[in-house]
């Protein structure tokens, strides 16, 4: 029997007792008891307008490992002082909580509790310092709140709406030394490959063309000449890398594997690839064998700079749940590509690379580097042109 009909069984017995003796003491005593189940109604629903949370973090995005000061404060808006006010939340159980009441795992989740003791028409606030450690997004919508009952009995359950969500990066792992040759010939060689163009240096302006991309419309001097006017950039000699990750399902049936912590390795691999090209000033691409939205493979298009790093990064971060395609078609797609790359491919598993394929990329002038992240130190393998020649006359 709950607190409610425990009122009520008591107030039907006092207006009982009220109603043989006339007694105007026992009619009020009794008609309290009535009161007071419709008092708690009152006071749990009208909780919502008094009690507000305010949740404040100093960093939304991190590498694992790095600790976040969490700054949790509830105002108490009513006239009625709220003593032993629970918060409970719960976070993915590779986060780690300090400065928390009571901290708990419970089903693969860091159940988390504070106790705030709120003066009438005041505020409490604590701090939490949580520790993430494996990359993806910590999301919180709700917080479950507990107050004590207005009377007696039950406490008071009231949800706490918030927006938060902590993107952690992919934690890069050590690569051994990696240079590519450049594909397209220096001095007065011809080349057949197409000249590229290298945002960083700014050439002029030229006529708005069909196809130009948005962000490289000069908006500055499209307002002073009337007309749409695009950004003309200088040419460079050094391509931009193709990067393509290897991405094998998280649960093979036939050989009963599960292959969640080769994927890890080699999303770090693939982070730690873009801060290279970052630090080296590289533009490229990436190519991954999932699907994307319709699409055979996942593919991010060219690009250099901050922006472009932390675009590669957010997609690395926020990877979970995906359907691979077969590495195959990937690289038949690279075939067709006319303009020479220097292509670096990062596997797991460098047995199961189609040897033919990747031989008619490096014949038609790609530099090809594969890095193999199976074991515990990453390792490179590149494929020459050279040393395709000199297997051939060997064979012969």
Known sequence: MDTKQTFHVIGFLLLLFALFSGSWFLWLLGGFFFFMPAAQKWWARSLSKWLKLEWTSDQTRVMPGTPVTITVRLHNRSWLPLPSTWVRFSLPEHVTVDGGDEVNTSNQRTVVRLRFDLPMRRSATRTLTLTPHKRGTVWLTEIQSETMPLFAGEATSLPLSLSFSLLVYPLPLPLPPLSLEE??????????????????????????????????????TTARSGTLETRLFEHTAHPNWRIVGHILPSYEPMQQRHNDEVNERVISSLAALSMLCRKMSIGYELLLTVRQRG?????????????????????????????????????????????????ILVTARPEELPQTTVERLVRRGHSIAVLDVSGEQVTVRQYERSHLEKRSVIAR
């Open 183 to 220: 594909t397209q010939p220096n001095g007065s060689r011809l080349s057949r490959q197409r000249q590229q163009e290298d945002v960083t240096f700014l050439r002029g302006t030229r006529p708005y063309m069909p196809g130009d991309r948005l962000k490289h419309i000069h908006w500055k």
């Open 295 to 343: 699409r055979e493979h996942f593919h991010m298009p060219a690009g250099s700079g901050k922006t472009h790093h932390l675009h590669v990064m957010t997609q690395l971060a926020q990877m979970h749940h995906y359907v691979t395609t077969p590495l195959a078609s990937l690289l038949r797609r690279l075939e067709e590509s006319p303009a020479k790359a220097a292509i």
